[in-house]
């Protein structure tokens, strides 16, 4: 069973750098150890990366840095982005997480540093190496990511490591992901809002101003997603009566199963034992704005095409 919004990516070595590029699409809120690097091409797309929210335009870049919680809302737009994610040991001691006081790094920010000609320069050696794979590939891919990482923090602002702001941010962050992990392991228990708030020693609410800034949906449809995602992993996978998943993946009745189930996949239990498609369970992740938007096919989990026009481009 994947781990609610925790995406661990598959690569096709050990080698842990993957490049990609989409049209018109949008993503769930996830985070993820590695360093991820997100370039608009063309279009624009709004962005929430941890509690920093833009909108990103053509030629500007968006830095994740690891473990930051991101997502983008940008169901009635148009873009084209270009994605690089990379595990911080590609880059070495040089990575000290920089702590950047924002994540978003302009056009002009990149004109100004004199890193537009080197990020595009990074984005097409990484996409040819890593298809091509010819030989060194590696050093070469690891040497471009290097050389444009140190630039990058050569040049854009950070935040000082003391710097109170930041150190409340960081403790945020890991409180919220150890709650996530919380909730992973223990969906099928009673889990309120106000023992969700009091593991991050918030109010209730503010903490469900600070969970929807996030993660963009609020605590209870997060939660209910989860164990709806369980629920029809079991329905899928086990001969368990319906009742009995209900109750064991943390809803207190049948018919507030049924309702909610419905509500986050589009069908009661009984109609989704019906259906053909064996991995449709992995839909209870989106909670869909419209009925044109759909997962691209045969990628990550949190990558939403925005209409059926959006197909992964070749670029």
Not at 4 to 32: C, G, K, P, T
Not at 120 to 130: D, G, K, N
Not at 200 to 206: G, L, R, V
Not at 208 to 230: A, H, Q
Request: aromatic share 12%.
């Amino acid at each position: 069973m994947i781990k609610a919004f925790h995406e661990i990516r598959s690569y096709d070595s050990d080698f842990m750098v993957w490049h990609s590029s989409y049209q018109n699409i949008s993503f769930l809120a996830h985070w993820h150890k590695e360093i991820e690097l997100i370039y608009v091409r063309s279009g624009s797309c709004r962005l929430n990366i941890t509690d920093r929210t833009f909108t990103a335009h053509a030629g500007d870049l968006a830095v994740c840095e690891s473990g930051e919680i991101h997502y983008s809302d940008s169901y009635d737009m148009k873009n084209c982005l270009d994605f690089i994610i990379f595990d911080t040991g590609i880059i070495g001691p040089i990575f000290q997480n920089p702590r950047f006081s924002h994540p978003l790094v302009t056009r002009e920010q990149l004109e100004a540093y004199g890193l537009n000609h080197i990020l595009h320069s990074l984005i097409h050696t990484v996409s040819r190496e890593l298809k091509e794979k010819a030989p060194y590939y590696q050093e070469v891919v690891t040497s471009s990511l290097q050389t444009f990482w140190a630039l990058l923090k050569r040049h854009h602002p950070r935040t000082e490591s003391g710097a109170l702001p930041d150190g409340k941010r960081s403790r945020m962050l890991n409180d919220l992901q150890s709650l996530l992990s919380y909730i992973d392991e223990h969906y099928g228990d009673s889990i309120s809002l106000e023992f969700a708030a009091g593991s991050m020693n918030f109010s209730t609410s503010y903490f469900s101003r600070i969970f929807k800034k996030l993660m963009g949906i609020n605590f209870v449809t997060y939660l209910n997603m989860v164990r709806v995602e369980g629920a029809a992993y079991e329905l899928r996978h086990t001969q368990r009566k319906i009742t009995d998943i209900a109750l064991s993946c943390g809803f207190n009745n049948i018919r507030t199963f049924n309702r909610v189930f419905k509500e986050i996949t589009g069908c009661t239990p009984s109609e989704f034992l019906l259906l053909p498609d064996p991995d449709t369970y992995k839909r209870t992740y989106y909670k869909r704005r419209s009925a044109e938007q759909e997962f691209v096919k045969n990628d990550s989990l949190t990558v939403v095409q925005n209409s059926p026009a959006g197909e992964p481009a070749e670029l």
